[in-house]
């Protein structure tokens, strides 16, 4: 090829980076009791696309596939449900172990729970010195959910409750020739639905809303308290008669005082009935990218309608627990309301303007930094910041989530943040907004005049 003049131009494209991934509403899980599950449902979470998909699975059993069943059922469903596998509740079991020769004034000691407990050696014979430790211990735990035992050179510590962990440790402090070693042995790990919740969660968070196998007070509560820290809405089902009552003792009096906001707590008096997954398999198929919808007045299908008294339902609902009573002749779930008060779609509002301004300046940063760009620290690169947030917003009252004309966005100049600021690179904004709210009750009063 002779001379020419072509490398005069040149022309480079690249491709645009990927997008940060989206979060999806669109999901509930089932978190089964492993026990029920086969044995080749060695995942920790399975998806299903439809009700024959479960019931065709033979690693399920029939009580994982109704409860896939119970969403598909309803005319409006989301499109995937996931069953998770969720080992039972195991007690914790620490072993001390203590070895070697120790001398007077060494000291070993034991903490748990953050009670740390300390003995000064007065003797030369090691199983008399941990006795003597064991029997401290003994006393500082006292309070603590755990038994101390053991026997010579051995001390145990096992949690009281099942699923309930506790912290530990345990030093030794040689003031001259001593050689003690303390050997910490994990008889049993402590398992606990919160920490099989992280084990689902780490395979796959592709899922939104959650329920449990347990109706038990406890796993209900240690499942609340997960997901009020792992950004997901937990939808409990119990049957527990108390809550009728206003025990003052009871579940909806425990989670209300803890003021949970992503727990809705569903009083059914069937617990073979997952009214607990009807009612997220149909409110989450409205797409909050889309439309939004209120929980409250929800009909399920399949779900039996309960029988209460009116006294019953007004301590139910005093706790913002959630019942099935008739409306107009018509089942329905009502408030739609979280522990604390809060309606539901409120909260996968805020879930949802959460995640969609996350994921469009993580994508920006992104994009700019793989085509060797930047958002520079100027006015028009804070700018192109904060239209990324107004978009959200703009698209949230499309949507049905924002009163129009009640957004507001504010960001700094440039010039108004500080040298320090700049230099750790960081942003901060903030921004307001009215949510659209719904009416859930109408009060009409009226005049008929009468021609006399």
């Given at each position: 090829?002779?001379?020419?003049?072509?490398?005069?131009?040149?022309?480079?494209?690249?491709?645009?980076?990927?997008?940060?991934?989206?979060?999806?509403?669109?999901?509930?899980?089932?978190?089964?009791?492993?026990?029920?599950?086969?044995?080749?449902?060695?995942?920790?979470?399975?998806?299903?696309?439809?009700?024959?998909?479960?019931?065709?699975?033979?690693?399920?059993?029939?009580?994982?596939?109704?409860?896939?069943?119970?969403?598909?059922?309803?005319?409006?469903?989301?499109?995937?449900?996931?069953?998770?596998?969720?080992?039972?509740?195991?007690?914790?079991?620490?072993?001390?172990?203590?070895?070697?020769?120790?001398?007077?004034?060494?000291?070993?000691?034991?903490?748990?729970?953050?009670?740390?407990?300390?003995?000064?050696?007065?003797?030369?014979?090691?199983?008399?010195?941990?006795?003597?430790?064991?029997?401290?211990?003994?006393?500082?735990?006292?309070?603590?959910?755990?038994?101390?035992?053991?026997?010579?050179?051995?001390?145990?510590?096992?949690?009281?409750?099942?699923?309930?962990?506790?912290?530990?440790?345990?030093?030794?402090i040689a003031i001259d020739a001593g050689t003690v070693v303390i050997a910490e042995t994990v008889t049993a790990a402590g398992v606990g639905i919160e920490?099989?919740?992280?084990?689902?969660?780490?395979?796959?968070?592709?899922?939104?809303?959650?329920?449990?196998?347990?109706?038990?007070?406890?796993?209900?509560?240690?499942?609340?308290?997960?997901?009020?820290?792992?950004?997901?809405?937990?939808?409990?089902?119990?049957?527990?008669?108390?809550?009728?009552?206003?025990?003052?003792?009871?579940?909806?009096?425990?989670?209300?005082?803890?003021?949970?906001?992503?727990?809705?707590?569903?009083?059914?008096?069937?617990?073979?009935?997952?009214?607990?997954?009807?009612?997220?398999?149909?409110?989450?198929?409205?797409?909050?990218?889309?439309?939004?919808?209120?929980?409250?007045?929800?009909?399920?299908?399949?779900?039996?309608?309960?029988?209460?008294?009116?006294?019953?339902?007004?301590?139910?609902?005093?706790?913002?627990?959630?019942?099935?009573?008739?409306?107009?002749?018509?089942?329905?779930?009502?408030?739609?309301?979280?522990?604390?008060?809060?309606?539901?779609?409120?909260?996968?509002?805020?879930?949802?303007?959460?995640?969609?301004?996350?994921?469009?300046?993580?994508?920006?940063?992104?994009?700019?930094?793989?085509?060797?760009?930047?958002?520079?620290?100027?006015?028009?690169?804070?700018?192109?910041?904060?239209?990324?947030?107004?978009?959200?917003?703009?698209?949230?009252?499309?949507?049905?989530?924002?009163?129009?004309?009640?957004?507001?966005?504010?960001?700094?100049?440039?010039?108004?943040?500080?040298?320090?600021?700049?230099?750790?690179?960081?942003?901060?904004?903030?921004?307001?907004?009215?949510?659209?709210?719904?009416?859930?009750?109408?009060?009409?009063?009226?005049?008929v005049a009468v021609d006399l």
């Amino acid at each position: 090829m002779g001379a020419t003049f072509d490398l005069d131009v040149l022309v480079s494209v690249v491709a645009d980076a990927t997008s940060v991934p989206t979060a999806g509403f669109g999901v509930a899980v089932y978190a089964a009791d492993a026990a029920n599950l086969d044995v080749g449902f060695t995942e920790r979470i399975r998806y299903y696309t439809s009700a024959a998909d479960a019931a065709a699975d033979t690693d399920l059993s029939a009580v994982e596939i109704a409860a896939v069943s119970a969403v598909f059922a309803q005319e409006l469903h989301i499109s995937t449900v996931g069953v998770a596998r969720i080992e039972a509740d195991v007690a914790q079991d620490i072993s001390f172990d203590f070895t070697g020769t120790i001398e007077v004034d060494d000291i070993i000691s034991i903490t748990v729970n953050g009670i740390a407990t300390s003995y000064t050696a007065t003797s030369a014979v090691l199983a008399t010195e941990v006795a003597a430790l064991k029997a401290l211990v003994i006393t500082a735990l006292a309070a603590e959910p755990v038994t101390v035992g053991g026997a010579t050179t051995h001390i145990t510590v096992v949690a009281d409750v099942a699923g309930e962990p506790f912290s530990y440790t345990s030093s030794y402090i040689a003031i001259d020739a001593g050689t003690v070693v303390i050997a910490e042995t994990v008889t049993a790990a402590g398992v606990g639905i919160e920490s099989e919740l992280d084990a689902v969660l780490s395979e796959s968070d592709a899922w939104y809303s959650l329920a449990i196998y347990s109706r038990a007070e406890a796993q209900i509560t240690r499942a609340s308290r997960w997901t009020e820290s792992n950004k997901r809405l937990f939808i409990a089902q119990t049957s527990d008669a108390d809550i009728k009552t206003a025990a003052g003792t009871d579940l909806g009096t425990i989670l209300n005082g803890l003021s949970y906001r992503r727990t809705a707590l569903c009083w059914h008096a069937t617990d073979a009935q997952f009214l607990d997954m009807a009612l997220p398999g149909k409110k989450l198929q409205a797409d909050p990218d889309v439309t939004t919808t209120t929980w409250d007045k929800t009909n399920l299908s399949g779900i039996t309608v309960d029988s209460m008294t009116t006294t019953e339902k007004t301590n139910i609902l005093a706790n913002h627990a959630n019942a099935y009573l008739p409306f107009k002749g018509t089942p329905v779930l009502s408030p739609g309301k979280t522990v604390d008060g809060l309606p539901i779609d409120l909260l996968t509002t805020t879930d949802w303007v959460a995640a969609r301004i996350d994921e469009a300046i993580s994508t920006e940063i992104l994009r700019l930094a793989n085509i060797n760009s930047k958002v520079p620290y100027t006015d028009a690169g804070i700018q192109s910041l904060r239209a990324l947030v107004e978009a959200v917003l703009a698209q949230g009252v499309r949507a049905g989530h924002f009163t129009q004309g009640t957004a507001t966005v504010v960001a700094p100049r440039a010039s108004d943040v500080s040298t320090v600021i700049k230099q750790s690179r960081r942003l901060t904004m903030s921004f307001s907004v009215e949510g659209a709210g719904a009416i859930e009750g109408v009060t009409v009063s009226g005049v008929v005049a009468v021609d006399l």
